[in-house]
């Protein structure tokens, strides 16, 4: 039991049917109807597209970033014949995903982690830890580089920004963050640390620029939805089509869609408002970009694409 990899509840690819106020899934809906499939594992129910074809060449590969997508990398590479090398810059396998695991009702994906980490080591896959590579010109000896370097906080030029606590300080990091918490940015992230922190007995506010909570493309419907009700039973303040001008050391002033400002008292303010993709080498003739680096997505984009470019690797 323990080589099958866990569901973790996602609905990626077996609920993925979403349209809430003009936005939809990647996945077309006739396409997501007749079909359950899985945005862990992507033969199910599409095995004529997904299979492992073992090479009969085969080939050295680097796979820059530990995260998600290089480790699902490095695992269809094996399977297939090749020897793939991952190389990370932490001392930690995971990546981003290591703080969307972090909070207390995300126990199914802490397990996904650990199931990546015993199949890698099971397979014998060399990790390169601490090992962050800036340019793939000091890859010497491999046939083919798999860039696969996630993504980092979006910025906005407003006074105070720097202020900010990211996500990954929240979460993972667990850093001190006060009793009243300003989240900036209302999306799937944002939604859930600041249910997360609901949960911890703090006090949380939300900051969304759009007409409603997790209004982003390709967020399945029960995932946005009973985050949009939970945070209405537990009252959380919700600040819709409105944003924040200004961030001091113990206030926001967040400005509605009419102009009118409000002040806010806070201890914190987290940046939620989305992530920018860090691809550190263009697609090449041999180089081959997977995952958040080359726009920002979820599971079953990250884990699709990976079997996307390593069959024809």
């Given at each position: 039991?323990?080589?099958?990899?866990?569901?973790i509840?996602?609905?990626?690819?077996?609920f993925?049917?979403?349209?809430?106020k003009?936005?939809?899934?990647?996945q077309?809906?006739w396409?997501?109807?007749h079909?359950?499939?899985?945005?862990?594992?992507?033969?199910?129910?599409?095995?004529?597209?997904?299979?492992?074809?073992?090479?009969?060449?085969?080939?050295?590969?680097?796979?820059?970033?530990?995260?998600?997508?290089?480790?699902?990398?490095?695992?269809?590479?094996?399977?297939?014949?090749?020897?793939?090398?991952?190389f990370?810059?932490?001392d930690?396998?995971?990546?981003?995903?290591?703080?969307?695991?972090?909070?207390s009702f995300?126990?199914?994906?802490?397990q996904?982690?650990?199931?990546?980490?015993?199949?890698?080591?099971?397979?014998?896959?060399?990790?390169?830890?601490?090992?962050?590579?800036?340019d793939?010109?000091t890859?010497?000896?491999?046939?083919?580089i798999?860039v696969?370097?996630g993504?980092?906080?979006?910025?906005?030029?407003?006074?105070g920004?720097?202020?900010?606590m990211?996500?990954?300080?929240l979460?993972?990091?667990?850093?001190?963050?006060?009793?009243?918490?300003?989240?900036?940015?209302?999306?799937?992230?944002g939604?859930?640390?600041?249910?997360?922190?609901?949960?911890q007995?703090?006090?949380?506010?939300?900051?969304?620029?759009?007409?409603?909570?997790?209004?982003?493309?390709?967020?399945p419907l029960?995932?946005?939805?009973y985050?949009?009700?939970?945070?209405?039973?537990?009252?959380?303040?919700?600040?819709?089509?409105?944003?924040i001008?200004k961030?001091?050391?113990?206030?926001?002033?967040?400005?509605?869609?009419?102009?009118?400002?409000t002040?806010?008292?806070?201890?914190?303010?987290?940046?939620?408002?989305?992530?920018v993709?860090?691809?550190?080498?263009?697609?090449?003739?041999?180089?081959?970009?997977?995952?958040?680096?080359?726009?920002?997505?979820?599971?079953?984009?990250v884990?699709w694409?990976?079997?996307d470019?390593?069959?024809?690797?």
């Amino acid at each position: 039991e323990e080589d099958i990899k866990p569901c973790i509840r996602c609905h990626n690819g077996c609920f993925n049917m979403a349209k809430y106020k003009g936005t939809n899934n990647l996945q077309p809906l006739w396409d997501s109807m007749h079909l359950a499939r899985c945005a862990l594992t992507p033969p199910t129910m599409q095995h004529n597209k997904y299979k492992i074809v073992p090479t009969t060449k085969p080939k050295k590969v680097a796979i820059i970033g530990g995260g998600i997508g290089g480790m699902e990398c490095a695992l269809v590479l094996k399977r297939r014949g090749h020897k793939p090398v991952i190389f990370e810059k932490t001392d930690r396998l995971g990546g981003l995903f290591i703080t969307a695991s972090s909070m207390s009702f995300k126990e199914n994906d802490k397990q996904l982690i650990e199931w990546y980490k015993k199949e890698i080591a099971r397979n014998g896959i060399e990790v390169r830890f601490n090992t962050e590579i800036n340019d793939i010109r000091t890859l010497g000896g491999f046939d083919e580089i798999i860039v696969a370097t996630g993504s980092v906080p979006r910025k906005m030029p407003i006074p105070g920004f720097e202020k900010t606590m990211t996500l990954t300080e929240l979460l993972a990091e667990q850093k001190p963050v006060g009793d009243k918490v300003v989240i900036f940015g209302g999306g799937q992230s944002g939604c859930e640390a600041a249910l997360e922190l609901v949960l911890q007995g703090k006090h949380p506010t939300i900051v969304e620029y759009a007409v409603d909570l997790v209004a982003a493309a390709n967020v399945p419907l029960p995932n946005a939805s009973y985050l949009r009700e939970a945070l209405v039973f537990h009252k959380v303040p919700i600040y819709l089509e409105s944003t924040i001008t200004k961030i001091g050391d113990k206030s926001v002033t967040i400005k509605g869609k009419d102009g009118t400002t409000t002040e806010v008292e806070c201890d914190n303010v987290v940046n939620a408002i989305g992530f920018v993709p860090t691809p550190v080498a263009k697609k090449g003739k041999n180089v081959h970009l997977v995952g958040d680096c080359i726009a920002i997505g979820n599971l079953r984009t990250v884990i699709w694409r990976a079997w996307d470019v390593c069959m024809k690797i």
